[in-house]
């Protein structure tokens, strides 16, 4: 998510809690946290949103399934 040489300012979320959040495997409080801190965190907000841009340029992997041998 955010560049591994970048300090993550106090208060922040890490890349795990924004993984998380993408993932949609965070319910409940945690994900209320979660996006009551994007709701006022721009930094975050923009992280989050670089790293679904970035996943949506990703190519699916062929389906091999039912592929010729």
Do not use: W, Y
Not at 27 to 47: M, N, P, Y
């Amino acid at each position: 998510m955010s560049k591994s040489n970048e300090e993550v300012p106090e208060g922040c979320l890490s890349d795990a809690d924004l993984a998380a959040f993408q993932e949609g495997s965070v319910r409940g409080k945690e994900q209320k946290r979660i996006v009551a801190h994007l709701v006022r965190c721009a930094r975050c907000r923009s992280i989050l949103a670089d790293s679904i841009k970035s996943e949506d340029s990703v190519p699916e992997p062929p389906d091999t399934k039912n592929s010729p041998r």
